[in-house]
């Protein structure tokens, strides 16, 4: 079946410093890719659409500056998050639509100190 | 945008017995689906709804999409521990620019 890698599965990084996040399409083209933030206790929030050749599509709220996406090839996206600070520490997932259904990400727990 | 609210938020059942949660859009419903997440981790399918009365079963877990399409219900019976985790309805829209948003999310806790 469709299989969507996400890496790294846990970071820690220093407060200012930014973090880029991958996803891969292992068996499948995935020109649209989504990711997602998620708070303890809370459900997914949609930050952003990737799509692969184009500008990402960002979710009213969702800094686009803060939060840098890279769609450049039709297996790979990346989330970058750019002077990252306390506040960014979450869980990300992305996922790639393929045939009607989606695929999730194992997930990636961010924690900056 | 739609909203998709979710009942109850948490739940806690003894093993063995039969839950529901509800899963009501401010929409009509295109695409319907249903999650279930270990906190923390990624998020395992369960089944997708699309039309009006649809009702699907894998082991004992039944969902239902309403004839207005406009509320899903999740049912699972006799639960066991391995059923506990984090429930969450998604929906997306028509079209290549359709995108998945998820409900509140209800955490259900099986107690033995």
């Known amino acids: 079946g469709a299989v969507v890698s996400q890496h790294p599965s846990w970071v820690i990084c220093k407060s200012g410093t930014s973090v880029k996040i991958e996803c891969r399409s292992l068996?499948?083209?995935?020109?649209?890719m989504f990711w997602y933030r998620q708070f303890p206790k809370q459900s997914l929030m949609l930050m952003a659409t990737?799509?692969?050749?184009?500008?990402?599509?960002?979710e009213q709220g969702v800094e686009k500056d803060k939060f840098l996406i890279n769609h450049a090839s039709l297996t790979l996206s990346t989330l970058t998050v750019t002077s990252a600070h306390p506040e960014d520490s979450s869980f990300y997932i992305c996922?790639?639509?393929?045939?009607?259904?989606?695929?999730f990400g194992s997930g990636t727990r961010l924690t900056v100190v | 945008s739609q909203e998709l609210e979710q009942s109850p938020q948490s739940l806690i059942v003894q093993e063995g017995k039969n839950l529901t949660i509800n899963c009501t859009s401010s929409?009509?419903?295109?695409?319907l689906y249903w999650y279930k997440q270990k906190y923390g981790e990624g998020l395992i399918f369960l089944m997708m709804?699309?039309?009006?009365?649809e009702e699907k079963s894998h082991e004992k877990i039944t969902a239902k999409l309403d004839e207005k399409k406009q509320q899903s219900s999740l049912h699972i019976t006799a639960s066991q521990p391995s059923h506990a985790g984090i429930y969450l309805c998604?929906?997306?829209?028509?079209?290549?620019?359709?995108?998945?948003?998820f409900g509140t999310g209800t955490r259900l806790q099986v107690t033995l």
């Open positions: 996922s790639a639509r393929r045939n009607g259904g989606y695929t």
């Open positions: 929409k009509t419903l295109y695409g």
């Open positions: 709804l699309q039309k009006g009365g």
């Open positions: 068996d499948f083209q995935a020109t649209t």
């Open positions: 990737s799509n692969e050749g184009s500008k990402a599509t960002y």
């Open positions: 998604g929906a997306d829209g028509t079209g290549t620019a359709s995108k998945l948003t």
